[in-house]
């Protein structure tokens, strides 16, 4: 799987929570989720330390279980290509329609969503600076792991003023 490509600026102090979602593979395929976990780490450069770890394990990367079947307002909602945005929520329609809402609704589903979670308290200690980060997901039922790279980009944190 080739990483998606995906710049992040934080602010120094503030709470970072933003909702990702990864639907499909780079053969346009479902990403199945279940029984993984994920991991990613900022880092001054390839040969630092990390500065701070997420994981699912601590919590700064929550999943979501998924395929909720989802209601539709459509003056709200927007179409792109089997994906639409309706509220802060992605959603990808089952049966391959592509550029309009389907008239029966129970075809879209809701699916696996990460949260970053990073406190106040977490990001008020990082020093601002522009950092590296990767994504990856761990398949850890099988020996031995996979392991993806899902997403990469530099990871930039502004300093704070307000204290």
Do not use: H
């Not at 346009?28 to 990390?50: C, G, H, P, W």
């Not at 909720?68 to 089997?82: F, H, L, P, R």
């Not at 994906?83 to 879209?108: A, F, K, M, Q, R």
């Not at 392991?147 to 204290?163: M, P, Q, S, W, Y």
């Amino acid at each position: 799987m080739n990483p998606g490509l995906y710049n992040i600026t934080i602010y120094q102090g503030s709470t970072w929570n933003y909702d990702f979602i990864v639907v499909t593979d780079s053969n346009s395929d479902l990403v199945d989720f279940t029984n993984k976990s994920f991991r990613m780490q900022i880092r001054e450069d390839y040969s630092t330390a990390s500065i701070i770890d997420l994981t699912t394990a601590n919590s700064k990367l929550i999943q979501t279980n998924g395929a909720d079947k989802g209601t539709w307002v459509i003056s709200t909602a927007y179409v792109t290509n089997d994906i639409v945005l309706y509220g802060t929520t992605y959603y990808i329609c089952d049966t391959g329609n592509t550029g309009e809402l389907p008239t029966n609704t129970s075809y879209w589903s809701v699916y696996k969503q990460l949260l970053f979670n990073l406190s106040s308290t977490d990001t008020e200690g990082l020093i601002a600076n522009d950092y590296l980060y990767d994504l990856e997901v761990v398949d850890a039922t099988v020996t031995p792991n996979i392991i993806d790279k899902i997403l990469k980009g530099t990871f930039r944190i502004n300093a704070e003023v307000t204290k």
